[in-house]
């Protein structure tokens, strides 16, 4: 998780919730029934049907499988019906394991205690929650995403140093007080982005617009509600006329 002056990791054990469990299996036998019926409709036989269709912890669905000497009324594969079923079966709703950082799962904890999660997690990465607080009025004055990242990057070298001055006055302050009698040749600073010492990891202007546009519909919902409450009397909008502007202007007409 990349924050304001470094980065931390966010570790978690996975665990099974039996409500969900419960109607995965039920949407699994449902979805076999119904796949059974729909190749018996066009005249074909199920071949197999695996039992792990939807298993709920991530593997790869099982495919139901059929064989038939006709084309079909739809004009489907045996190959292409296939896939169709496993796309619809293949659904994120059927999972029933979950990290202790899934959003899905962090929303319904009591008490408003998944709000208290202080990162937003990406496909491969994550930005701490005082970023992304920064990030909203910041690019709403107009601050580009590029100029942003050049921002944090500042601030991470500016923390950088100061470890560094610090860990110099420590290593003098034992000397001085006695606390280390003879000389020791200890390691030196680490550069500052060396990946087996300080290792510092910051986010690029590109990966910040991404994060951005994920945290905006993250939270439209709530902003669509906000508008709502806004009281007004006039609408007003502008219309562009760019385009039949140009239109106008083809070939000097």
């Known amino acids: 998780v990349i924050s304001l002056y470094n980065h931390y990791f966010a570790i978690s054990r996975r665990y099974l919730c039996t409500h969900c469990k419960e109607i995965s299996k ?43 000497n006709k084309t079909p009324s739809d004009g ?16 994120e709703n059927h999972q029933y394991t979950f990290m202790g950082y899934n959003a899905r799962s962090r929303k319904r904890l009591p008490y408003g205690l998944g709000n208290l ?13 005082t970023i992304i ?16 990242a050049d921002i944090l990057l ?7 140093h100061q470890r560094y001055l610090h860990r110099e006055q420590d290593i003098k302050r034992k000397r001085d007080n006695g606390f280390q009698t003879e000389y020791k040749k200890g390691q030196m600073f680490s550069e500052f982005k060396d990946k087996d010492g300080y290792g510092a990891i910051l986010p690029s ?40 502007k140009k239109l106008c202007h083809y070939k000097g007409k």
């Open 205 to 244: 202007g590109k990966y910040l617009a991404h994060v951005s546009k994920l945290y905006a519909q993250s939270i439209k919902e709530y902003l669509e509600l906000e508008v709502k409450k806004r009281g007004a009397e006039f609408l007003r909008w502008d219309v562009s006329y760019k385009e039949a």
């Open 154 to 160: 500042e601030l991470a070298s500016k923390k950088y």
């Open 26 to 68: 039920q949407t699994k036998a449902s979805a076999i029934c119904a796949a059974r019926q729909a190749v018996s409709i066009h005249g074909a036989t199920v071949e197999a049907v695996v039992d792990d269709v939807v298993d709920g912890t991530g593997n790869e669905p099982a495919n139901v499988s059929t064989s038939n």
């Open 117 to 129: 999660f202080p990162a937003f997690l990406t496909h491969k990465g994550a930005i701490d929650m």
């Open 133 to 148: 607080d920064l990030m909203r009025p910041l690019f709403n004055a107009g601050v580009r995403p590029k100029q942003f």
């Open 76 to 91: 489907l594969s045996g190959k292409d019906r296939s896939f169709s079923s496993t796309k619809e079966l293949d659904d």
